[in-house]
């Protein structure tokens, strides 16, 4: 006798990931924010550099539903 078992997956949410590259400008509903893209930064924020406005900078980070977009790293590219 044969029987069919099945396996159960622990469904985990999707971690959508986003990347920028432009200059830094002053964001609609956060400091900053790259070709109309708002990110927040904070403490975690792995900076190479100086992070400020009207500098080109490339940014990696995760998008929260309903949070928005979180930059995870960020580097300043020599002017």
Same mark, same amino acid.
């Given at each position: 006798? *044969? /029987?069919? =078992?099945?396996?159960?997956?622990?469904?985990?949410?999707?971690? /959508?990931? %986003? #990347?920028?590259?432009?200059?830094?400008?002053?964001?609609? /509903?956060? /400091? *900053?924010?790259?070709?109309?893209? #708002? %990110? #927040?930064? #904070?403490?975690?924020?792995?900076?190479?550099?100086?992070?400020?406005?009207?500098? =080109?900078?490339? =940014?990696?980070?995760?998008?929260?539903?309903?949070?928005?977009?979180?930059?995870?790293?960020?580097?300043?590219?020599?002017?």
């Amino acid at each position: 006798m *044969f /029987r069919q =078992v099945h396996s159960r997956r622990k469904r985990e949410k999707q971690v /959508r990931q %986003f #990347d920028l590259h432009g200059e830094v400008q002053l964001g609609n /509903r956060t /400091r *900053f924010s790259i070709c109309g893209t #708002d %990110f #927040d930064v #904070d403490s975690n924020t792995f900076v190479i550099g100086d992070l400020e406005l009207g500098k =080109v900078a490339s =940014v990696h980070g995760v998008i929260s539903p309903g949070s928005g977009c979180y930059a995870t790293k960020i580097k300043i590219s020599a002017a």
